[in-house]
């Protein structure tokens, strides 16, 4: 296609006669290939179809316009805001929430995500440009430390005689999750996209990121104080609260696999329950007798017994009737307004200001390692995949689980028969 170019030829994209046919291929100035800071995309072949080869030489034209613009110091004037440009971390971002691998999340975990990455996204670098605005190609190792150290030194935000302040410890588990996000969008959409756009070499991988302090974990109840809670919720009349933290407890439970996900149907009394652990893909039959019949959790079972089955799920409840209006059948719990009246149940039963819902399972899994649970045994039940090399234990699961139960359940005796002394 020598001469004259149709109309919407895109520039830098050349045609050459072959034997098969023409071909087509993207070829940016000598000059944007060398130096210190080349285009991030070079000479290309685009195929042998016209309409395709369009499309690419039109995604790398607004590459290296980017990049041009980026070299003359304009981009800090549009900084300011999200960037449409293919290659610059706005982008990859979007990929990613496009991509399975971030659909196919809990609306939990979505949410999470998408938090980490403004974090990041948002960051403003030295001259008010967004980190967002820059090529995937500019972010190095050092640009990822740089990052992670700024983000160490936040703090909790609040507005003091009008004058906002930060206040509290560093937000040590909030950097932490952002370079998790980040480095997780970053491997998926490089896969998706290759070299040209993201490069292959992950800066935010291996970093070495700081432990949380001990004073942002997680409370662990004591089995005192799930009893009190109990009490509680039966008194104020949410008896679901109290057999949702229940199963929190013995069976390790997430709240967000309790409240919306735990049915009849996964319940065989007196013979196994089926766990789910939707953040970390884990589904396993939890035995509730050991082979000589013990029962291993009594006390969650007898609680089931007395539970009407009012719906599909196990947690349900009935919405408070509208004055004058019909009484509402029941129906599963908002995740928000099950963690509200969680929050009333906790003050009602006394418990420490930073006990919450979350604790009961943190509770369960503190009493499994007071019980001398083993790690393949601690991670089978709370369905934890942190430890690559037990991952293979994680698939075998149930015998490891039952055991474990077999111990707490031994634990819990020994308790009520002497005191924690005599255990």
């Given at each position: 296609m020598r001469g004259a170019k149709p109309n919407g030829w895109p520039k830098y994209m050349?045609?050459?006669?072959?034997?098969?046919?023409?071909?087509?291929?993207?070829?940016?100035?000598?000059?944007?290939r060398t130096g210190d800071n080349p285009c991030p995309v070079s000479h290309e072949a685009l195929g042998m179809d016209y309409g395709a080869a369009v499309a690419k030489a039109t995604r790398n034209n607004e590459i290296f316009d980017s990049w041009r613009l980026a070299r003359r110091g304009i981009v800090q004037?549009?900084?300011?805001?999200?960037?449409?440009?293919?290659?610059?971390?706005?982008?990859?971002?979007?990929?990613?929430?496009?991509?399975?691998?971030?659909?196919?999340?809990?609306?939990?975990?979505?949410?999470?995500?998408?938090?980490?990455?403004?974090?990041?996204?948002?960051?403003?670098?030295?001259?008010?440009?967004?980190?967002?605005?820059?090529?995937?190609?500019?972010?190095?190792?050092?640009?990822?430390?740089r990052l992670y150290e700024r983000l160490l030194q936040r703090r909790r935000t609040e507005v003091v005689d009008g004058v906002e302040v930060e206040v509290g410890p560093p937000m040590i588990s909030a950097a932490n999750a952002a370079m998790r996000a980040i480095r997780r969008a970053w491997n998926v959409v490089q896969r998706a996209e290759g070299n040209d756009l993201v490069p292959a070499v992950n800066p935010f991988a291996r970093m070495?990121?700081?432990?949380?302090?001990?004073?942002d974990e997680t409370y662990p109840?004591?089995?005192?104080?799930?009893?009190?809670?109990?009490?509680?919720?039966?008194?104020?009349?949410?008896?679901?609260?109290?057999?949702?933290?229940?199963?929190g407890y013995y069976w390790v439970q997430r709240a967000v696999d309790i409240v919306g996900r735990l049915s009849w149907t996964d319940?065989?009394?007196?013979?196994?329950?089926?766990?789910r652990h939707n953040k970390n893909n884990r589904l396993i039959w939890q035995s509730l007798a050991d082979e000589d019949g013990t029962r291993l959790f009594?006390?969650?079972?007898?609680?089931l017994a007395e539970t009407p089955q009012v719906?599909?799920?196990?947690?349900?409840?009935?919405?408070?009737?509208?004055?004058?209006?019909?009484?509402?059948?029941?129906?599963?719990?908002?995740?928000?307004?099950?963690?509200?009246?969680?929050?009333?149940?906790?003050a009602a039963a006394n418990l420490p200001e930073e006990c919450t819902f979350t604790s009961f399972r943190h509770g369960g899994l503190t009493e499994a390692g007071d019980a001398g649970g083993t790690d393949q045994e601690l991670m089978a039940a709370g369905g934890h995949k942190t430890r690559q090399v037990l991952n293979r234990y994680t698939q075998r699961n149930n015998r490891q689980a039952t055991a474990l139960a077999r111990k707490r359940f031994e634990w819990r005796q020994a308790l009520g028969a002497g005191g924690k002394d005599a255990a």
């Open positions: 050349k045609d050459k006669k072959t034997a098969a046919g023409v071909a087509y291929y993207w070829e940016p100035p000598s000059w944007a004037v549009v900084a300011n805001r999200p960037s449409n440009l293919p290659g610059t971390i706005d982008w990859m971002v979007r990929q990613f929430q496009g991509h399975s691998k971030y659909l196919r999340r809990s609306k939990k975990t979505r949410d999470g995500y998408d938090s980490s990455l403004r974090l990041v996204c948002d960051f403003k670098l030295k001259g008010g440009a967004r980190l967002g605005s820059r090529m995937a190609t500019e972010v190095t190792a050092v640009v990822a430390d070495e990121l700081e432990a949380p302090d001990d004073d109840a004591s089995i005192e104080e799930l009893t009190a809670y109990v009490a509680a919720a039966d008194r104020l009349g949410y008896p679901a609260h109290g057999t949702a933290a229940m199963v319940y065989e009394p007196g013979r196994r329950i089926r766990v009594p006390e969650l079972e007898a609680r719906g599909p799920l196990i947690i349900m409840h009935r919405p408070m009737r509208k004055r004058g209006g019909e009484q509402a059948p029941y129906q599963p719990y908002q995740m928000d307004t099950f963690k509200h009246i969680s929050t009333r149940i906790c």
